[in-house]
């Protein structure tokens, strides 16, 4: 089965700190895609990220970082110097390519609250 | 570009009443999703269109709900009769392809409140 674990509920950060938002995942498919979306106060679910299972490679952009590790199955995501903007509940979510599992939906965590203090 | 299009943002109706949810997918994407999310089940995937027509239904909760794509520009969701336990924020999410990673990029969701 496909799972998304974000054990960090809330998070709160006065600005300028650094943070990172975990996750982890678990699936049986060989092949499979993580993402990161932000949902801000207005509602509506932001794109951040798409990663490939066979591309570790981490990535940064801007003030963004992402953390991809096969072997621990996370895929973590660190804000640096934050800011109030940054506030929002952040998704980690995980589509596998079905060919262990069959399943090839996307499977969302539960979601981190950032709060960002100014 | 013009991004997924959801209409109404708000709706406020009473139980028993037929409620109906559009989306316009962007332009050019295959696929076409509809999620609901509630504070106690989060982001769940309700029915996945690909070329208009429905694929998986499995997470339409009952047959109160029923979802329709007459063509590519266009989807509905529609819950006849409605309950307060229907509450909740509705997304329709579009992607290009489903095969592979290809990102989901969602509306700016419905807001239903069934009194």
């Known amino acids: 089965a496909q799972k998304v674990t974000q054990a960090q509920t809330e998070i709160s950060v006065v600005e300028k700190e650094d943070v990172t938002l975990d996750c982890v995942y678990e699936?049986?498919?060989?092949?499979?895609?993580l993402f990161w979306y932000k949902q801000p106060p207005s509602g509506e679910l932001v794109f951040l990220i798409r990663?490939?299972?066979?591309?570790?490679q981490n990535e940064i952009s801007g003030r963004y970082s992402w953390n991809f590790q096969k072997s621990t199955s996370s895929f973590n995501f660190t804000i640096t110097a934050s800011q109030v903007v940054d506030s929002a509940v952040y998704f980690c979510?995980?589509?596998?390519?079905?060919?262990?599992?069959?399943?090839?939906?996307?499977?969302f965590g539960t979601g981190t609250r950032l709060t960002v203090i100014p | 570009d013009a991004g997924v299009i959801q209409s109404p943002r708000h709706e406020v109706t009473e139980m028993g009443q037929e409620v109906t949810l559009r989306c316009k997918p962007i332009s050019g994407h295959d696929y076409l999703f509809w999620y609901r999310q509630t504070m106690m089940r989060g982001l769940e995937l309700l029915i996945y269109?690909?070329?208009?027509?429905?694929?998986?239904d499995s997470g339409m909760p009952e047959d109160r709900f029923s979802a329709k794509m007459p063509n590519a520009s266009f989807s509905t969701l529609k819950i006849q009769p409605s309950e307060p336990r229907d509450s909740a924020v509705y997304f329709c999410a579009s992607s290009p392809h489903m095969a592979g990673g290809d990102t989901q990029y969602f509306g700016p969701g419905t807001r239903l409140t069934v009194l």
């Open positions: 699936t049986r498919d060989t092949t499979y895609y």
């Open positions: 979510a995980l589509k596998g390519s079905g060919d262990q599992t069959g399943a090839n939906n996307l499977f």
């Open positions: 269109f690909n070329n208009n027509v429905p694929i998986d």
């Open positions: 990663r490939n299972s066979f591309d570790e």
